[in-house]
């Protein structure tokens, strides 16, 4: 039967939408490395010869979400770029894959795989005797897992041969939990991934003061399906089941005490199936004088530390910075990841992977998030950038897999307060002119905080609405997002925001004190006095490939760190805060500042922050 014109073309099409996808990646300076697999292109080499061996076969019988298993292989016909990919679902043969359409026939191979290894990572004679091993970290995803061995590279990968499948004790189990801030500062979010439907389980927390009686608390359970992907890969090749999303709402906490909680799921057979227990210390009440710290990034991705899939590739850094972050833990109060959260890109299998990472932070202290590009941005979704960013995740999985205390958590932004600190979180993939619905946001947001309980104000974002020296803006003729801080700096001034901080652009650069392109104060070390206007911090290097600075240098620019790492606010109380960005590879302090400043100082006028004044009597 022949095609109905233009049938072979629109799948065609939907290749190109994803290679040209990656393509934008590579060019910004990485790729998604599960982009670089052809693997609708497949084809069957089976050789009776070869074989591929994973032990152990039943993982996680001490309650463990990740384990280690050893995977050997034997290709009678071996090359360099054989290759080894971990599927699950164990079955990744085309009956999962839906046909695109009556003409066009399926790929022999639909499912990318989770992460691969080229054969010869660890045996360096493999193309001469075929044999090879490989180590490899293996998390909880909800269901079996096969290894199968390809030859013929990633581009046009050929099947060998395929392991036995080998599976968690429970691929169901509660695994993950992240916590979050609540609507108001005495509320704590929990969230976390299972397996577990609600016409299986309820879920729901167990959790108190430590040391005294435990309470429980249902939790709402969320997911989504391929239908709601805006595009490929996230539609296609990228699809994997998210599981079930849970989230319970911890109310009425007591200031600064430390609370335990567990996850749960009860079945209804009445066993009750746990999570490992964790705890958090609950938030000061807003305005308290104490000592809060809060750790502030963007761009961070996710890595695998057996050298798999992107370690030395696009996220590189970010076992890195992930590993800081665990080794002060006790000296982090909240995180705030400003974008681009896992660079999944369409591959959502990367979202658990990303959840398991940062658990060790999450699980401790409010993991907040913005939306980034690589979260939202898709052609005709609605984003203010019609990119191919999100590689057809619309922000679909971002929105459902962490919790953000939004009204309207389709638009992300957002605001939350922290002591002594109040943080406005805008959402740069919306559009936040003047006029516009996130316009309004910003401005209450700034204008409702009580300096003299919260003098600390500090406003984030992921793209760069301030000053950055990025040669990308160069090469458009700008130093920032066009119409970024044409739109928002007179709210900046006039509101007297501290700091703002954005991501996107893989590095450090703060900027003096600067409104309108000019120092209205020298870029220093330590700010005392009246406020003068706000000093911008880009802090997006905390683990995608780095970006490059323009060779002319600004007369705002202050300081430059083309590397890893993160920023870290510390309020000690009323009247002096300090601001610390350290290298993500030994945590050493690169650049730093202090501001001291009087109540009366935030009250002073300054350039275009003060309303006209009569002699009146």
Request: aromatic share 12%; with cysteine; glycine share 8%.
């Amino acid at each position: 039967m022949k095609s109905p014109p233009g049938t072979t073309m629109v799948a065609a099409l939907v290749h190109l939408l994803a290679a040209f996808s990656a393509a934008v990646l590579a060019a910004a300076g990485g790729e998604q490395p599960l982009s670089k697999i052809g693997i609708h292109r497949a084809t069957l080499a089976i050789h009776p010869g070869a074989s591929v061996d994973v032990s152990p076969l039943l993982l996680g019988l001490q309650g463990q979400d990740q384990e280690w298993v050893t995977i050997g292989f034997n290709n009678p016909k071996p090359s360099k770029d054989d290759w080894i990919g971990v599927f699950s679902p164990a079955n990744f043969s085309d009956s999962i894959c839906p046909s695109e359409n009556q003409w066009v026939e399926a790929p022999l191979l639909c499912t990318a795989p989770i992460k691969f290894q080229y054969a010869n990572y660890t045996t360096s004679d493999y193309a001469k005797t075929g044999k090879g091993s490989l180590r490899l970290q293996i998390i909880n995803q909800r269901s079996d897992i096969s290894f199968a061995l390809f030859s013929g590279g990633l581009s046009n990968p050929k099947l060998i041969t395929r392991s036995n499948s080998i599976t968690f004790a429970n691929p169901k189990a509660p695994v993950y939990p992240r916590l979050a801030q609540g609507k108001s500062w005495d509320e704590m979010t929990v969230t976390w991934t299972s397996g577990y439907s609600t016409k299986e389980a309820t879920p729901f927390v167990e959790w108190g003061i430590q040391g005294q009686i435990q309470i429980l608390s249902p939790a709402g359970t969320l997911t989504f399906s391929r239908d709601t992907m805006c595009g490929p890969p996230a539609r296609t090749v990228g699809w994997r089941d998210p599981g079930f999303i849970h989230t319970s709402f911890l109310k009425d906490l007591w200031p600064n005490l430390k609370y335990t909680y567990r996850i749960g799921h009860r079945l209804f057979n009445g066993q009750i199936v746990w999570g490992r227990q964790n705890s958090f210390k609950a938030p000061p009440y807003p305005g308290e004088d104490s000592l809060q710290r809060v750790v502030i990034f963007g761009d961070l991705g996710k890595a695998e530390i057996d050298g798999s899939n992107e370690y030395n590739d696009f996220e590189r850094g970010s076992i890195n910075t992930t590993y800081q972050l665990v080794k002060d833990l006790k000296n982090i109060d909240m995180v705030m990841h400003i974008g681009d959260i896992c660079y999944a890109s369409g591959y959502l299998s990367q979202w658990d992977q990303f959840t398991a990472q940062v658990e060790p932070i999450a699980s401790t202290v409010p993991y907040m998030v913005a939306s980034g590009n690589h979260e939202r941005d898709w052609p005709g979704s609605g984003s203010f950038y019609g990119t191919l960013d999100s590689g057809g995740e619309c922000g679909v999985p971002a929105q459902n897999m962490f919790y953000v205390p939004a009204e309207n958590r389709e638009q992300f932004w957002y605001s939350t307060d922290y002591g002594m600190f109040r943080f406005c979180v805008a959402n740069t993939e919306l559009d936040w002119r003047p006029g516009t619905e996130q316009y309004k946001f910003i401005e209450h947001c700034l204008s409702s905080v009580d300096r003299q309980k919260q003098p600390w104000l500090i406003f984030l974002a992921h793209r760069v609405l301030g000053y950055s020296s990025a040669t990308f803006y160069g090469a458009e003729g700008t130093t920032e997002e066009p119409m970024g801080r044409e739109s928002l700096q007179l709210l900046w001034q006039k509101y007297r925001v501290d700091i703002a901080m954005y991501g996107h652009v893989h590095g450090y650069e703060r900027t003096c004190p600067v409104y309108e392109n000019v120092c209205v104060a020298k870029g220093s070390d330590r700010y005392s006095g009246a406020f003068t206007a706000t000093t911008h911090v880009v802090v997006g290097g905390g683990g995608a490939s780095l970006a490059e600075y323009t060779a002319e240098r600004a007369r705002w620019s202050h300081a430059q760190d083309l590397d890893y790492g993160f920023a870290k606010l510390t309020a000690f109380n009323h009247t002096t805060l300090l601001m610390e960005y350290k290298r993500s590879r030994d945590g050493s302090v690169r650049d730093s500042f202090t501001v001291s400043r009087d109540y009366r100082d935030v009250l002073a006028c300054g350039v275009d922050n003060c309303a006209s004044t009569t002699m009146a009597s």
